[in-house]
């Protein structure tokens, strides 16, 4: 029936700012709290009206693992509120929101949020192996001599931090890797990676300065509040082909045709969603902006075409949906890199 059709009442996201630069020292807690606050404004809805949150986070900070607990804290909502977290790497943000509309559809909750964040500024450095086992042997060492023969025992390669690691844990491959493997499978060329990140950026600015993005992303003003962030500032705006054809290869230096013009770059941002029954948002004078028809996710292998996983999701959603993929007037893709694009495009034709 369509009293029972989930409804998307609002969305909101803030701009997104590359690595390091004007989210510099925000946590992915501020960052949260800064988009659900500002969502809950707009909509004019009481935090504690809210049932549950389902955030997600790919990058996630051992000293704040459920970060939507802490958004909910953060934000006025009832302390009752019901929080968690969610990760499934590109697709945490979709998982957010299925998990959301899965407890409306099953009468588990009336309203929820669902939302994403991350920040590669913010990140969990770890230590070495071995300084770490050594710090916790420390912890139970009984004496002053086997405290001093622990750090006696440490070298100085042991004192410096690991960074985090992009790789795969079981594979050991980053996504550019994938991404150029499936480049040369699919036998997508340098020339065509370079014009999709081109046109991706043009129209990235074109949405800007048409004012399309205005109601999606709100303004960001941060302490000691000198500046405000109003757009992405990882869009490349008058980028050129030239641009583009001279970077070299990112990944596989000698052979690849994978750039940093074709590649996104790291990133920090967090959105939100406001889900609830239609009836119930109608109930409340809020005018719905869309419907969750359908969803899908799909497993692949971990070491080829890794990232072909909107390929192998789009029939199933689709076949749920009782539609064909020619019924779809605009299709949104993540872009992770313009080779995985392109492949996943080659593979849609099938």
């Known amino acids: 029936m369509a009293a029972d059709r989930i409804a998307i009442v609002s969305g909101l ?17 501020d960052l949260g709290r800064i988009v659900v606050s500002e969502l809950l404004a707009r909509s004019g809805l009481d935090p504690k009206q809210v049932d549950r949150v389902v955030y997600g986070m790919v990058s996630i900070l051992p000293e704040m693992g459920n970060i939507a607990r802490e958004i909910v804290l953060a934000t006025g909502m009832d302390v009752h509120t019901d929080g968690y977290t969610v990760t499934r790497a590109c697709a945490t943000g979709f998982q957010s929101t299925v998990s959301i ?5 099953c009468g588990e909750i009336e309203i929820g949020i669902s939302g994403g964040v991350d920040t590669t500024t913010v990140v969990p450095i770890q230590l070495s192996r071995n300084l770490a086992n050594t710090l916790v042997k420390l912890q139970k060492a009984k004496n002053f001599k086997q405290r001093l023969d622990l750090l006696q025992s440490l070298k100085a390669a042991d004192l410096a931090p690991a960074p985090p690691s992009p790789k795969e844990f079981s594979t050991g491959l980053t996504m550019g890797d994938t991404a150029e493997q499936m480049a040369k499978t699919w036998g997508i060329s340098r020339e065509e990676q370079d014009k999709m990140g081109l046109r991706s950026h043009n129209n990235a600015q074109k949405a800007w300065e048409s004012g399309k993005l205005d109601d999606e992303v ?21 980028a050129k082909i030239e641009n ?7 990944f596989d230096k000698k052979h690849g045709t994978v750039t940093a013009g074709t590649s996104s770059p790291l990133t920090d941002g967090a959105s939100a969603v406001l889900l609830m029954r239609e009836d119930k948002a109608k109930a409340m004078g809020l005018e719905p902006i869309g419907y969750i028809k359908s ?8 070491d080829w075409d890794m990232l072909a996983g909107p390929s192998y999701a789009t029939p199933i959603a689709l076949d749920r949906a009782g539609m064909e993929l020619s019924d779809i007037d605009l299709v949104e893709v993540h872009e992770a890199f313009a080779a995985q694009v392109l492949a996943n495009m080659k593979m849609w034709e099938s």
């Open 244 to 250: 583009f054809q001279k970077l070299k290869p990112a």
């Open 101 to 105: 509309a899965q407890a409306i559809q």
């Open 218 to 238: 709100m303004h960001v003003n941060i302490p000691p509040f000198r500046d405000t962030l109003t757009r992405d500032n990882n869009v490349r705006f008058d």
């Open 13 to 29: 996201r803030t701009p997104f700012a590359r690595q390091s630069s004007f989210y510099f020292e925000q946590t992915p807690v």
């Open 295 to 302: 969803y899908a996710f799909a497993a692949l292998e971990a």
